[in-house]
């Protein structure tokens, strides 16, 4: 490609922060949950980079044909690439894109098409725009929206504010909304760096019924809880685990857990066996009866589980473990794309 920035070109990044940033020099949009990614055309030749510099654009084929239907032939975007599934975005639907059979792929293309979110513009008609500020970058990409993406349902523009009381409405929209991020508008594109953007996640808390543990891979020490909340059958399912127990704990608490073994320990979905990744003394799990109840934080639920670790937070010893209900994790479905 003859584009003033290469492929192998880093996007910016995000430090994390727990509070938004307040001051006339930031901007905030909505952090996308979905696959960071820069769009380049140059002509009728088209690629896809992920944030880590791997190739994307056999993944998305209707992305890739949408950039090509665009009147504008040599830009660079920067954006996020999800997938919509019954007014929502599902993360699930978006990792079964990435598999090595084209005619899965051109299946689930067609099946659950994508959607890509731009929120910067790098180069447009030729020419490099990463010295402008974000503030002028910003104006560019809207003219740009403005005169190619008119009624396109593939890219679409993302919102951004400059008012804090509506950023932190953001927080409140659904699952596909991951948090929000803060931008310094007086800043040029901070290529590789966390410099001047900031990302303000979405945390949340659970109380969960601890169904079973593992032990610590080389130490018959517990090593992990296994978590678990009652489903509408009023079946205990596995949902996740937590592993932040602290060294000087992990003895006593093992000798707690060892005189509640009972199983079944999950009366519905049960944790997995050993895989490739694991060995039998990992994978192996110890059944409990359904008394401790913790509290933990996450930050994503999706597919039926914690989508990451969980932190420990505290045992809720006035809790009732047929309290710990799917319920919990449940939230408001306000649609995202009611924001495109």
């Not at 944030?51 to 056999?58: E, H, V, Y």
């Not at 410099?195 to 130490?219: H, P, S």
Request: hydrophobic fraction near 35%; glycine fraction near 8%; aromatic fraction near 10%.
């Amino acid at each position: 490609m003859a584009l003033p920035i290469p492929k192998t070109y880093p996007p910016m990044e995000a430090a994390p922060a727990t509070s938004l940033p307040m001051g006339p020099e930031w901007q905030y949009e909505p952090k996308w949950d979905g696959f960071r990614c820069l769009a380049f055309r140059d002509g009728k030749k088209i690629e896809l980079q992920s944030k880590s510099g791997k190739p994307l654009t056999r993944y998305f084929p209707e992305l890739v044909a949408a950039l090509s239907r665009l009147r504008a032939t040599r830009f660079v975007l920067d954006g996020e690439i999800v997938v919509p599934v019954d007014g929502d975005f599902s993360f699930d639907q978006l990792l079964m894109r990435i598999h090595p059979s084209a005619t899965l792929v051109e299946k689930l293309s067609r099946e659950t098409p994508c959607v890509f979110i731009i929120f910067d513009l790098l180069v447009n008609e030729g020419k490099s725009l990463i010295e402008l500020t974000l503030e002028k970058r910003r104006r560019e990409l809207e003219r740009f929206a403005s005169k190619y993406l008119k009624g396109d349902q593939t890219v679409r523009l993302s919102p951004f504010t400059l008012d804090i009381a509506t950023a932190q409405k953001w927080f409140h929209i659904g699952t596909a909304v991951d948090g929000v991020v803060a931008k310094r508008r007086d800043l040029p594109y901070q290529s590789g760096t966390r410099n001047g953007m900031e990302k303000i996640k979405k945390l949340r808390t659970a109380d969960c019924v601890v169904g079973g543990f593992r032990y610590l891979e080389k130490e018959p020490l517990v090593g992990s809880l296994l978590l678990g909340l009652y489903n509408k059958a009023g079946k205990l399912d596995h949902v996740g685990f937590t592993s932040s127990i602290s060294a000087k704990n992990r003895p006593a608490l093992t000798q707690k857990l060892k005189k509640l073994i009972k199983p079944p320990g999950f009366t519905g979905k049960a944790p997995g066996g050993p895989s490739r990744w694991s060995n039998k003394r990992s994978s192996e799990w110890q059944p409990l009866g359904p008394s401790l109840v913790a509290e933990v934080q996450f930050d994503h639920f999706t597919g039926g589980r914690f989508r990451h670790g969980t932190k420990f937070l505290r045992w809720r010893l006035d809790k009732k473990p047929a309290e710990c209900t799917i319920k919990q994790v449940e939230r408001e479905n306000r649609s995202a794309l009611n924001l495109l």
